[in-house]
């Protein structure tokens, strides 16, 4: 099998984060479902998704994040804000869930002020 050449591997990355193709606004849980879309600086997911859906207006993704709730916005990868499609919860969080002992993935900095305010994690 021969090597891929530079064109494809642009090429397949352009399709598997939808930007090979102008979709429409109906398309807007798949295009943020691919791999979600970071909130980071704030409204950056809003011009992501204008950018794959000129159709879908700030609106349109206001109301599927505020109003219907079939996106989320969760810190989830890189602890950064991601919106999401609310039925990959699960996808998108799980692996910030601690495994047994393990603290909580961003509640290591508390650290110090619960130790200074004589307190417990719990």
Same mark, same amino acid.
């Given at each position: 099998?021969?090597?891929?050449?530079?064109?494809?591997? +642009? @090429?397949? +990355? #352009?399709?598997?984060?939808? #930007? &090979? *193709?102008?979709?429409?606004?109906?398309?807007?849980?798949? /295009?943020? $479902?691919?791999?979600?879309?970071?909130?980071?600086?704030?409204?950056?997911?809003? *011009?992501?998704? =204008?950018? +794959?859906?000129?159709?879908?207006? /700030?609106?349109?993704?206001? +109301?599927?994040?505020?109003?219907?709730?079939? #996106?989320?916005?969760?810190? @989830?990868?890189? $602890?950064?804000?991601?919106?999401?499609?609310?039925?990959? @919860?699960?996808? =998108?969080? @799980?692996? /910030?869930?601690?495994?047994?002992?393990?603290?909580?993935?961003?509640?290591?900095?508390?650290? #110090?002020?619960?130790?200074? /305010?004589?307190?417990? =994690? &719990?």
């Amino acid at each position: 099998m021969p090597d891929p050449t530079v064109e494809q591997i +642009r @090429s397949f +990355r #352009l399709h598997a984060h939808h #930007l &090979d *193709a102008e979709y429409n606004a109906t398309q807007a849980k798949e /295009l943020v $479902g691919a791999c979600g879309m970071q909130n980071s600086p704030p409204g950056a997911w809003e *011009a992501a998704l =204008f950018n +794959r859906a000129p159709a879908c207006r /700030l609106s349109d993704a206001t +109301r599927m994040l505020s109003q219907d709730k079939t #996106l989320v916005q969760a810190w @989830s990868l890189r $602890g950064a804000p991601y919106v999401f499609p609310a039925d990959e @919860s699960a996808t =998108f969080l @799980s692996p /910030l869930v601690p495994s047994d002992d393990e603290p909580w993935a961003y509640t290591n900095g508390i650290g #110090l002020a619960i130790g200074a /305010l004589h307190l417990e =994690f &719990d």
